[in-house]
């Protein structure tokens, strides 16, 4: 009874192990006995009845079920969407995938292989918003069947994937395109090929391969140390680099991509030209000067449209900066906040090469301009860049160059928004001394718009006019305010709208090659030109100043004061700038005083001087009609003169040297019928000026 048993049990199994051979060799056998025709009709009507798009294999299908569900279809194409530029959506030389059986079976996926040769995929979306890949379907239109959920069983282990294992995945020579007619917006991969390799999901992911986009050749990596933590949604460390001619970044630390994708690490990056970088972003920079070799480094965090880096340490077109910077991409423009520390700031770097600089005003003799505007730049200025992004930085620098002009150290608030750029100079030190200011660009209006204003004291004149303006004639401690305006697509435009007042104030200095007394000689024997009308040597003062007005360009002094030992000088006028002219009214007064600063009233010889022509070569005579109009002044001048003691004052003053020959003294003393006569006061000043 109990051998039968046993024979009843070896018969079963002996007949259960011959069913699992049946189906093992069916499986193995039917991929073989059946028609190739007949896999491809049955693909290409899933897909047609998927999609609504026709899908064409060209060459061989071949399918395997075991020990690895494989298939390899050669010459494969699936249609675009009628009204899409390339007929095929999809095409491909060569695909090759397999995935094992087995362990499926036990909650894992290994795939063995899976290879795109020569793929080809064209992306595009219509002007209406419409995408290619949004497939119509007899089945998509029919309602999903409803399903109920078990939440008991959700989350269970027995439904959760244990395991990924990728063998040799890899896409070999692929192209992609994308194109969007509702934005305008295009994009070319070629030669892209791509690596992957994943031993599993306690294993290190490694992805690596190249592509070309916009005729420029880029290679990239990628290493996740925990791929599961990344498929559960959490962070996990990662490493990546990019590599090209046109910028090379790098990224260690962790990273987040489910759910809410964050970062937090440390990043480098270099690029060699940021114009270069832009241009081929296809966001090209307005021409000009500067945004060259750009390299990064600190600590990067970000997530949600929001980025912030910390102990950053930035070199740009050879400026130096450390410090935090933060910068959100959620809104119209990106926006920039942070905190930098340079150790210079070369605005020269930005500003487009003039040729047309107005010459030097030093009166040295080195040409220059012959008034009129040729000496102001017609370039057109473009302050367009400045609508790229809004910022709000506080930046701290030893140095700050503008042309010529250096400025020590500095604090600075900027603030950018929608094209209007805001600068605070809260400190400023400059040419040893000290100020402050504000100056608006105004960028998002059709024609740029500039205010400045500033305050500075303690300054040294010299270096800083000839650096400024390549003005050499002027030394001494200065204090200058002022506050202007002006709008103009060029620098020429600028000037010639220019408003605003101001006053300047200069003490303990010199004019220097410029010998007031002995001007005034020259110019009473005969008209003078140039600045060196003036002699050779200088001319000390004590206080030089006065305030000012500025009216579309045209600049108006009342009340010019130089307090001098033996001379003082009043005056007002006016200086053209868009034309480089001026026209002035000098009043020296030779004063027998050695008071200078704050010296009050001093009575003397007072002759008036015109002052006129372009800056650079002004001419000077003396005003006899303004003198004549004043016939009792000019009467007691002449009496004064004709002195012994005044007349020696002037000759002292004017280094014409003091006559004591007797026959100056005879000629004074005789006189003759004629001499009884009365002279006007317009002889007498031409018979004593030589006119």
């Known amino acids: ?169 890899a896409i070999k020579n692929g192209t992609a395109t994308y194109r969007n007619a509702k934005t305008g917006q295009s994009l070319a991969f070629e ?108 600590e990067a965090r970000g997530g949600g449209g929001s980025y912030n880096f910390k102990n950053a340490k930035i070199a740009f077109d050879g400026m130096n900066a450390t410090g935090n910077v933060a910068v959100s991409t959620v809104g119209q423009r990106p926006r920039i906040k942070g905190n930098l520390d340079l150790d210079r700031v070369d605005a020269n770097v930005y500003m487009a090469d003039d040729s047309t600089t107005p010459a ?59 094209g209007v750029l805001s600068v605070d100079l809260n400190k400023l030190a400059l040419y040893k001394g000290a100020g402050s200011g504000s100056l608006i660009l105004n960028g998002a209006t059709r024609v740029p718009q500039m205010n400045a ?61 410029i010998n007031l007394a002995q001007l005034m000689r020259t110019v009473f024997t005969a008209p003078a030109t140039g600045w060196t009308s003036g002699g050779t040597q200088d001319t000390d003062f004590s206080e030089l100043g006065g305030t000012f007005t500025i009216t579309r360009g045209l600049l108006t002094n009342k009340d010019l004061k130089l307090l001098s030992p033996l001379i003082r000088v009043a005056g007002s006028g006016t200086v053209d700038l868009p034309a480089q002219t001026l026209n002035y009214r000098v009043e020296p007064k030779l004063a027998a005083t050695l008071e200078g600063q704050g010296g009050g009233e001093a009575k003397g010889i007072e002759v008036p001087i015109i002052v006129s022509g372009p800056w650079s070569k002004p001419s000077f005579r003396p005003d006899l009609a303004s003198m004549l109009q004043n016939k009792e002044q000019t009467l007691d001048t002449i009496k004064s003169l004709k002195d012994g003691g005044g007349k020696a004052l002037l000759n002292d003053l004017l280094g014409g040297g003091t006559q004591t020959d007797s026959t100056t003294k005879d000629t004074t003393t005789t006189t003759t019928p004629d001499d009884s006569k009365k002279v006007s006061p317009e002889d007498a000043l031409k018979s004593l000026f030589g006119r």
Request: no cysteine.
């Open 1 to 169: 009874m109990e051998s039968q048993k046993e024979n009843t049990m070896s018969r079963l199994i002996a007949i259960l192990a011959g069913i699992v051979v049946l189906l093992i060799a069916v499986v193995v056998a039917v991929p073989m006995l059946v028609p190739g025709n007949v896999y491809k009709e049955r693909v290409v009507s899933l897909v047609k009845s998927q999609t609504g798009r026709d899908l064409t294999i060209g060459g061989d299908v071949g399918l395997s079920f075991f020990p690895r569900l494989a298939v390899k279809v050669e010459d494969v194409s699936l249609s675009n969407a009628p009204w899409a530029k390339n007929k095929s959506m999809a095409s491909m030389q060569e695909l090759r995938a397999a995935i094992k059986i087995l362990p499926l079976f036990k909650g894992e996926v290994e795939i063995d292989n899976f290879v795109l040769v020569d793929p080809v995929i064209h992306l595009e979306v219509k002007a209406d918003g419409t995408p290619n890949w949004q497939f119509e379907s007899a089945s998509a239109a029919a309602p999903a069947p409803t399903t109920t959920t078990d939440t008991s069983s959700s989350g269970s282990s027995s439904s959760s994937l244990n395991q990924i294992r990728l063998g040799d995945v």
């Open 453 to 513: 204003a500033f305050k500075i004291g303690g300054v040294e004149a010299e270096p800083l006019l000839t650096d400024a303006a390549g003005f050499k004639r002027l030394s001494g401690l200065s204090a200058i305010s002022f506050a202007v305006n002006a709008t103009g697509r060029s620098q020429r435009e600028m000037i010639s709208s220019l408003d605003g007042n101001g006053d300047v104030k200069f003490t303990n200095g010199a004019i220097k090659g």
């Open 191 to 298: 030669a892209v090929n791509l690596d992957l390799s994943l031993p599993g999901l306690d294993q290190p992911f490694d992805a690596s391969g190249s592509l070309t986009w916009n005729s420029e050749p880029l290679k990239f990596s990628l290493t996740a140390q925990r791929p599961r933590a990344l498929t559960e949604g959490g962070p996990t460390p990662v490493e990546f680099s990019l590599a090209s001619s046109k910028v090379e970044a790098t990224y260690k630390g962790s990273f987040q991509a489910f759910d809410k994708m964050e970062f937090i690490g440390g990043v480098d990056l270099n690029v060699p030209s940021v114009r270069d970088l832009a241009s081929w972003l296809g966001s090209p920079l307005p021409a000009g000067k500067g945004f060259g070799a750009l390299a990064v480094h600190g």
């Open 360 to 418: 030097s005003s030093d009166g040295g003799g080195s040409g220059g301009s012959s008034g009129g505007d040729g000496g102001w730049s017609t370039t057109p200025i473009d302050l367009s860049g400045l609508k790229a992004v809004d910022a709000d930085i506080s930046i701290t620098t030893k140095e700050l160059l503008v042309k010529a002009i250096r400025i020590g150290a500095s604090a600075i608030d900027m603030t950018l928004n929608n």
